[in-house]
Protein backbone atom coordinates (compact mmCIF):
# COMPACT_ATOMS: atom_id res chain seq x y z
CA UNK A 1 0.00 0.00 0.00
CA UNK A 2 3.05 2.50 0.22
CA UNK A 3 4.07 2.14 -3.01
CA UNK A 4 0.34 3.73 -4.47
CA UNK A 5 -0.95 6.95 -3.62
CA UNK A 6 -4.59 6.26 -2.04
CA UNK A 7 -7.65 8.76 -1.87
CA UNK A 8 -10.71 8.56 -0.32
CA UNK A 9 -14.04 10.08 -1.48
CA UNK A 10 -17.11 9.27 0.94
CA UNK A 11 -20.71 9.86 -0.80
CA UNK A 12 -22.76 12.17 1.86
CA UNK A 13 -24.59 13.80 -0.90
CA UNK A 14 -28.18 11.97 0.08
CA UNK A 15 -31.41 13.73 1.07
CA UNK A 16 -32.24 10.39 3.56
CA UNK A 17 -35.93 10.72 2.90
CA UNK A 18 -36.47 7.17 4.48
CA UNK A 19 -35.32 8.26 7.75
CA UNK A 20 -37.57 11.43 8.40
CA UNK A 21 -37.96 12.66 10.58
CA UNK A 22 -34.37 12.35 11.41
CA UNK A 23 -33.58 13.93 8.15
CA UNK A 24 -35.79 17.29 8.66
CA UNK A 25 -32.61 19.44 9.49
CA UNK A 26 -30.03 17.44 8.25
CA UNK A 27 -27.91 14.84 6.02
CA UNK A 28 -29.01 11.30 6.52
CA UNK A 29 -25.15 10.46 7.36
CA UNK A 30 -25.00 13.30 9.83
CA UNK A 31 -27.62 11.50 11.76
CA UNK A 32 -26.74 10.76 15.62
CA UNK A 33 -25.82 7.05 16.75
CA UNK A 34 -25.13 5.65 19.74
CA UNK A 35 -24.64 9.30 21.44
CA UNK A 36 -22.29 11.12 20.25
CA UNK A 37 -21.04 9.64 17.01
CA UNK A 38 -22.75 9.89 13.56
CA UNK A 39 -23.95 8.00 10.87
CA UNK A 40 -20.72 8.90 8.81
CA UNK A 41 -18.38 8.30 11.69
CA UNK A 42 -18.61 4.46 10.48
CA UNK A 43 -17.17 5.16 6.75
CA UNK A 44 -14.14 7.50 8.13
CA UNK A 45 -13.16 5.16 10.88
CA UNK A 46 -12.62 2.48 8.48
CA UNK A 47 -10.71 4.54 6.40
CA UNK A 48 -8.33 6.26 8.66
CA UNK A 49 -7.94 2.75 10.63
CA UNK A 50 -7.00 1.29 6.99
CA UNK A 51 -3.95 3.78 6.40
CA UNK A 52 -6.26 6.33 4.04
CA UNK A 53 -4.95 10.13 4.97
CA UNK A 54 -6.38 11.73 2.17
CA UNK A 55 -10.04 11.44 2.36
CA UNK A 56 -13.18 14.30 1.16
CA UNK A 57 -16.92 13.68 2.38
CA UNK A 58 -18.94 14.91 -0.91
CA UNK A 59 -22.34 16.42 0.48
CA UNK A 60 -24.86 18.33 -0.82
CA UNK A 61 -28.43 18.60 0.95
CA UNK A 62 -28.51 19.98 4.46
CA UNK A 63 -25.34 20.03 4.97
CA UNK A 64 -24.29 21.84 8.07
CA UNK A 65 -24.82 19.51 10.44
CA UNK A 66 -22.49 16.79 8.95
CA UNK A 67 -20.09 19.82 7.73
CA UNK A 68 -19.20 21.01 11.47
CA UNK A 69 -18.68 17.29 12.72
CA UNK A 70 -16.49 16.53 10.17
CA UNK A 71 -14.53 19.67 10.42
CA UNK A 72 -14.72 19.58 14.71
CA UNK A 73 -13.89 15.70 14.78
CA UNK A 74 -11.85 14.69 11.92
CA UNK A 75 -8.83 16.87 12.39
CA UNK A 76 -5.53 14.77 10.73
CA UNK A 77 -2.23 16.70 10.94
CA UNK A 78 -2.13 18.79 7.69
CA UNK A 79 1.54 19.43 8.29
CA UNK A 80 1.66 15.61 6.82
CA UNK A 81 -0.49 16.34 4.08
CA UNK A 82 -3.36 14.15 5.93
CA UNK A 83 -7.11 15.80 5.56
CA UNK A 84 -10.63 15.06 6.46
CA UNK A 85 -12.60 17.63 4.22
CA UNK A 86 -16.01 18.24 3.53
CA UNK A 87 -16.41 19.50 -0.43
CA UNK A 88 -19.99 20.72 -0.87
CA UNK A 89 -22.06 20.36 -4.53
CA UNK A 90 -19.57 23.37 -6.46
CA UNK A 91 -21.16 23.09 -9.85
CA UNK A 92 -18.81 23.01 -11.55
CA UNK A 93 -20.55 21.60 -14.97
CA UNK A 94 -23.24 24.26 -14.69
CA UNK A 95 -26.14 25.67 -11.92
CA UNK A 96 -27.16 22.08 -11.08
CA UNK A 97 -27.24 19.29 -8.47
CA UNK A 98 -25.72 16.26 -8.43
CA UNK A 99 -27.91 14.22 -10.46
CA UNK A 100 -26.24 10.73 -8.81
CA UNK A 101 -23.72 9.69 -6.84
CA UNK A 102 -21.50 9.03 -10.27
CA UNK A 103 -22.38 12.52 -11.50
CA UNK A 104 -20.79 13.36 -7.97
CA UNK A 105 -17.66 12.33 -8.48
CA UNK A 106 -17.68 13.42 -12.02
CA UNK A 107 -18.72 17.24 -11.11
CA UNK A 108 -15.02 16.48 -8.18
CA UNK A 109 -12.77 15.59 -10.29
CA UNK A 110 -11.19 18.67 -9.83
CA UNK A 111 -10.00 16.87 -6.30
CA UNK A 112 -8.52 13.70 -8.15
CA UNK A 113 -6.49 16.18 -10.50
CA UNK A 114 -5.06 17.94 -7.97
CA UNK A 115 -3.92 14.79 -5.97
CA UNK A 116 -3.40 13.00 -8.73
CA UNK A 117 -3.63 9.62 -6.85
CA UNK A 118 -2.93 5.69 -8.05
CA UNK A 119 -5.96 4.51 -6.13
CA UNK A 120 -9.49 5.53 -5.14
CA UNK A 121 -11.77 4.26 -2.54
CA UNK A 122 -14.87 5.22 -2.81
CA UNK A 123 -17.46 4.32 -0.26
CA UNK A 124 -20.94 5.45 1.44
CA UNK A 125 -21.22 7.40 4.65
CA UNK A 126 -24.53 5.95 5.91
CA UNK A 127 -23.36 2.13 6.75
CA UNK A 128 -22.90 0.93 10.02
CA UNK A 129 -20.17 -1.63 9.49
CA UNK A 130 -16.17 -2.68 10.52
CA UNK A 131 -13.81 -2.73 7.51
CA UNK A 132 -10.30 -2.95 6.68
CA UNK A 133 -10.05 -1.06 3.14
CA UNK A 134 -6.18 -2.20 3.18
CA UNK A 135 -6.33 -5.75 2.32
CA UNK A 136 -9.27 -5.08 -0.26
CA UNK A 137 -6.94 -2.75 -1.84
CA UNK A 138 -4.13 -5.43 -1.70
CA UNK A 139 -6.43 -7.63 -3.70
CA UNK A 140 -7.42 -4.95 -6.01
CA UNK A 141 -3.90 -4.10 -6.90
CA UNK A 142 -3.17 -8.19 -7.45
CA UNK A 143 -6.25 -8.65 -9.36
CA UNK A 144 -5.26 -6.39 -12.42
CA UNK A 145 -9.39 -4.72 -12.55
CA UNK A 146 -10.23 -1.84 -12.99
CA UNK A 147 -12.70 -1.95 -10.48
CA UNK A 148 -13.15 -4.25 -7.14
CA UNK A 149 -16.10 -4.13 -5.04
CA UNK A 150 -16.78 -5.50 -1.61
CA UNK A 151 -19.46 -8.27 -1.59
CA UNK A 152 -21.33 -9.59 1.39
CA UNK A 153 -23.53 -12.78 1.78
CA UNK A 154 -27.03 -11.96 2.62
CA UNK A 155 -30.06 -13.76 2.95
CA UNK A 156 -32.01 -14.40 -0.08
CA UNK A 157 -34.95 -12.23 0.27
CA UNK A 158 -33.04 -8.87 1.43
CA UNK A 159 -31.65 -9.43 -2.42
CA UNK A 160 -34.04 -6.49 -3.62
CA UNK A 161 -32.46 -3.80 -1.62
CA UNK A 162 -28.97 -4.40 -2.17
CA UNK A 163 -27.08 -4.67 -5.60
CA UNK A 164 -26.20 -8.65 -6.19
CA UNK A 165 -22.94 -9.52 -7.94
CA UNK A 166 -22.80 -13.28 -9.65
CA UNK A 167 -18.80 -14.13 -9.75
CA UNK A 168 -17.71 -16.89 -12.23
CA UNK A 169 -17.10 -20.29 -10.70
CA UNK A 170 -14.03 -20.51 -12.22
CA UNK A 171 -12.56 -17.09 -11.34
CA UNK A 172 -14.33 -16.36 -7.50
CA UNK A 173 -13.04 -13.12 -7.72
CA UNK A 174 -14.39 -11.75 -11.35
CA UNK A 175 -17.85 -10.51 -11.42
CA UNK A 176 -19.91 -11.76 -13.97
CA UNK A 177 -22.90 -10.06 -13.66
CA UNK A 178 -24.40 -7.41 -11.22
CA UNK A 179 -27.96 -6.70 -10.82
CA UNK A 180 -29.86 -4.13 -9.13
CA UNK A 181 -31.98 -4.73 -6.22
CA UNK A 182 -33.51 -8.17 -8.49
CA UNK A 183 -37.06 -9.31 -7.82
CA UNK A 184 -36.16 -12.77 -8.57
CA UNK A 185 -32.59 -13.40 -7.28
CA UNK A 186 -30.97 -16.79 -7.52
CA UNK A 187 -29.21 -18.25 -4.62
CA UNK A 188 -25.45 -18.97 -3.85
CA UNK A 189 -24.27 -22.78 -5.40
CA UNK A 190 -23.41 -23.25 -1.90
CA UNK A 191 -25.49 -21.96 -0.09
CA UNK A 192 -29.17 -21.65 -1.95
CA UNK A 193 -30.67 -19.10 0.64
CA UNK A 194 -28.17 -16.48 0.32
CA UNK A 195 -26.72 -14.05 -1.99
CA UNK A 196 -23.54 -12.30 -3.00
CA UNK A 197 -24.29 -8.76 -1.81
CA UNK A 198 -22.43 -5.14 -3.27
CA UNK A 199 -21.68 -2.89 0.37
CA UNK A 200 -21.16 -0.35 -1.92
CA UNK A 201 -17.28 0.16 -1.45
CA UNK A 202 -15.75 0.35 -4.37
CA UNK A 203 -11.72 0.46 -5.07
CA UNK A 204 -10.86 2.12 -9.01
CA UNK A 205 -7.55 2.56 -10.46
CA UNK A 206 -7.72 6.40 -10.82
CA UNK A 207 -7.55 6.89 -14.38
CA UNK A 208 -10.12 4.23 -15.03
CA UNK A 209 -12.52 6.02 -12.39
CA UNK A 210 -12.04 9.43 -14.08
CA UNK A 211 -12.52 7.60 -17.70
CA UNK A 212 -15.83 5.69 -16.20
CA UNK A 213 -17.57 8.82 -15.09
CA UNK A 214 -17.14 11.06 -18.21
CA UNK A 215 -18.62 8.27 -19.99
CA UNK A 216 -21.44 8.00 -17.90
CA UNK A 217 -21.78 11.63 -17.93
CA UNK A 218 -22.44 11.73 -21.72
CA UNK A 219 -24.88 9.24 -21.26
CA UNK A 220 -28.22 10.56 -21.77
CA UNK A 221 -29.56 7.07 -20.51
CA UNK A 222 -28.09 6.67 -17.39
CA UNK A 223 -29.08 7.67 -13.95
CA UNK A 224 -25.14 8.23 -13.11
CA UNK A 225 -25.16 6.10 -10.37
CA UNK A 226 -22.32 3.75 -9.17
CA UNK A 227 -24.10 1.15 -8.46
CA UNK A 228 -26.50 1.23 -11.08
CA UNK A 229 -24.82 2.33 -13.77
CA UNK A 230 -21.13 2.61 -13.05
CA UNK A 231 -20.31 -0.74 -11.41
CA UNK A 232 -22.31 -2.88 -14.69
CA UNK A 233 -20.74 -0.76 -17.42
CA UNK A 234 -17.23 -2.64 -15.80
CA UNK A 235 -19.18 -5.68 -15.73
CA UNK A 236 -20.11 -5.87 -19.21
CA UNK A 237 -16.16 -4.62 -20.12
CA UNK A 238 -15.45 -7.75 -18.54
CA UNK A 239 -13.10 -5.17 -15.88
CA UNK A 240 -14.93 -6.29 -12.83
CA UNK A 241 -13.73 -8.20 -9.66
CA UNK A 242 -14.94 -8.41 -5.83
CA UNK A 243 -13.74 -9.46 -2.72
CA UNK A 244 -15.51 -10.83 0.34
CA UNK A 245 -15.38 -10.79 3.63
CA UNK A 246 -14.87 -14.43 3.91
CA UNK A 247 -12.03 -14.02 1.24
CA UNK A 248 -10.01 -11.28 3.15
CA UNK A 249 -11.03 -12.08 6.78
CA UNK A 250 -10.19 -8.39 7.79
CA UNK A 251 -7.72 -8.93 9.84
CA UNK A 252 -9.38 -12.66 11.07
CA UNK A 253 -12.55 -10.75 12.43
CA UNK A 254 -15.80 -11.50 9.84
CA UNK A 255 -16.76 -7.86 8.31
CA UNK A 256 -20.41 -6.70 9.21
CA UNK A 257 -22.60 -4.56 7.89
CA UNK A 258 -26.09 -3.25 9.25
CA UNK A 259 -28.76 -1.22 8.53
CA UNK A 260 -28.88 2.44 10.42
CA UNK A 261 -31.42 1.27 12.64
CA UNK A 262 -29.08 -0.55 14.89
CA UNK A 263 -28.61 0.77 18.45
CA UNK A 264 -25.58 -0.81 19.45
CA UNK A 265 -22.43 2.12 19.60
CA UNK A 266 -18.36 2.25 19.14
CA UNK A 267 -17.23 1.94 22.45
CA UNK A 268 -14.76 4.93 22.13
CA UNK A 269 -14.83 8.62 22.16
CA UNK A 270 -16.33 10.85 19.58
CA UNK A 271 -13.33 12.99 19.24
CA UNK A 272 -11.25 9.65 18.54
CA UNK A 273 -11.13 7.92 15.40
CA UNK A 274 -13.36 4.12 16.22
CA UNK A 275 -10.43 1.58 16.23
CA UNK A 276 -10.82 -1.33 13.91
Known amino acids: MASKKIFGIVLAGGEGKRLMPLTADRAKPAVPFGGGYRLIDFALSNLVNSGLRQIVVLTQYKSHSLDRHVSTTWRLPPMLGAYVASVPAQQRLGKRWFSGSADAILQSLNLLRDEKPDIVV ?113 VQRGDAGCTTSTATRYRDRRCAIASTGATSAPSTRSSTPIRT
Open 122 to 234: VVGADHVYRMDFSQMIEAHVESGSGVTVAAIRQPIELANQFGVIDVDPTRPDHIRAFLEKPEDPVGLPDAADQVLASMGNYVFDADVLIDAVQRDGLRADSNHDMGGDIIPDF
